[in-house]
Structure formats: C-alpha cells, structure tokens
C-alpha cells in the first residue's frame, strides 16, 4: 500500500533509540525528511547516515533536552514547518507514590507530559497556519490500566490521553489531525531490561523470563515495527478521517483487564 508520505517532513522526538529508532526507520522508508530530536545526538548521527545510505532522504539531527527551559523554541527553530511531528520522547520512571519523589515526578512529566504539550501548542499554530498538518502522540497503556505501581507513568499518561482527545476532536476543522497510540509493552532494550528484572522479583530468578513472556498474547511482546507502521499509516491520508482518538496496541491486554472489572 503507497501510504503517500513521500516527501513529506517529519520532526520525531526520542529518535536514539527504541520506538524512536523505528519511527525513523519507517518513515525513512516511506521516503520522508527527517528531523531527528534527542539527547543523544552521536546516536542520531549514526542512525541518519545509516538511513541516508538506504533511502536516499534528508535527514537532520538535533541534541536537545526537553526538561530545558527553551528547548521547546530551539527545536521549532531547527526544525522549520514540518507535516508530521512524532512525539516520543520521555519515560516516566516506575514506582509507587512513596518511591517516585517529587522531583523525579516532576522531571519525568517535564519531559513527556509538558514536552509533549508545549511541542504540540507551537507546532499546531505553525500547521494551522500552513493549513495542514499531523501530530501522534506515543503514550503508552498506562493511561488505561491505572497501576499503583507505576502511579506517575499512569497519571502522565491518563493526561496526555485527554489531552490528545481534546485538542485532536475538534483539529479537523484546522485540517489538523492529533491522535494518540497506546502500545503496551514493546520489545526496546529498556522494556526488555525492565521485564528481567520484574521477571526476577515476581519469580525469583531472572531466567525465568520466558515464565513472564508465556502470560502475555502470542507468548511475547510487540515488536518495534509493530508500531511504528502503525504510526506511518495514521500520518498518512489513508488514515484521513482518524483524529482525536486513542489507538491501543497491547495484544488486547487491556480488553482482558477491563473484561470482569
């Protein structure tokens, strides 16, 4: 299927590693600029030179920490209009209300919840005045299974949801699409170094990993392209009716959850 994205500029947050890394694969792939954002930029630099090679598209690299004050502005400025902005980064650590301090708190939610809501505020005013424009969200099924355990990922997430459906309902109307994705637990090197060491505490020994795989769909979690084709798709106008909705992708995780209360 020709999602028809050649051509077209996207800006992605988060873009060293993980889902970020995959996002950029595949929009690389469908021929689009890239404008690559994160902290580790020599990262960034080896994944642009690799992608330049295979796909012949442009691709520009910026190191920025969302938890700075203007870095918001900096990027906007680097970056330029752009039709799709993928917002990725951030990871609002684990732990209950006593384990997670306020500082770590705040820090994570600077990251994500605010990062994500100053990109869209500036980035929106610049596609509504171009009269188009694409904005996804990487959220995360926390927002939908509230888990005292991961209390602040939760309550990020569960915020940024709303944000996304409130701002994304009423966006066609500025020929603006927002939407969200909720993948559960997705196989980077961060979710699988973090499943071995619940592995570990729940059954006691961390090789007992493929224990914790046996108990979720398929015997496994989803895989990166699993979900960054999905973002392609929803950027793309086949998907051009889609806005101001949350899409899950957790193998039904959360439909078993939710089935019996």
Known sequence: MDLMLKGKRVLITGASQGIGEGLAEVFAEEGCDLHLVARQVERMHALASRLNERYGVDVRVQGADLTQP??????????????VLVNNAGAIPAGNIWQVDAE?????????????????????????ARGHGVILNNIGNGGENFDARYIAGSTGNAALMAFTRAI??????????????????VATDRIIKVL????????????????LMAN??????????????LF???ASERSGYTSGTIITVDGGITSRRSIGG
Do not use: H
């Open 70 to 83: 203007g870095s918001v502005a900096q990027i906007a400025a680097e970056a330029g209009d752009v039709d």
């Open 104 to 128: 770590a708190w705040r820090r994570g939610w600077d990251v994500k919840v605010m990062g994500y809501i100053d990109m869209t505020r500036i980035f929106y005013a610049r596609m509504k």
């Open 168 to 185: 994304g309902g009423p966006s066609l109307d500025d020929n603006i699409r927002v939407i969200g994705v909720n993948p559960g637990p």
């Open 196 to 211: 071995k060491l619940r592995a570990q505490e729940q059954l006691g020994d961390e090789c007992r990993y493929e224990e």
């Open 216 to 229: 979720y769909p398929l015997g496994r979690v989803a895989k990166v392209r699993e979900i960054a084709d």
């Open 232 to 234: 392609a798709f929803l």
